[in-house]
């Protein structure tokens, strides 16, 4: 393990920034939290177009279903979804 001492100035400053970030982080999950909900997943995309994980990969691949990652899980948002199942 190493030890790295800082100065009490230097520690106050970064904990002073440390706290206006997670107070921005928690207005922003106040103002956009209950969005996740409209989000799907993988699974639930191949269960509304009744296709396998495989076809999924290609859609996103060939650029068909626009999609976001976070930590290495795919979503997607429902009305990208809907036009697929429109065409």
């Excluded at 030890?3 to 107070?23: D, P, Q, R």
């Excluded at 990652?69 to 997607?76: A, D, E, G």
């Amino acid at each position: 393990m190493e030890i790295v001492n800082i100065e009490a100035k230097t520690f106050e400053a970064m904990l002073s920034k440390f706290e206006s970030f997670a107070i921005r982080m928690e207005h922003l999950c106040h103002l956009y939290g209950g969005r996740e909900s409209e989000w799907l997943d993988n699974q639930d995309v191949c269960m509304l177009l009744n296709i396998s994980p495989r076809t999924l990969q290609t859609l996103r691949d060939n650029g068909t279903l626009a999609y976001s990652q976070i930590n290495h899980k795919t979503y997607y948002k429902p009305e990208d979804v809907y036009n697929i199942i429109e065409k």
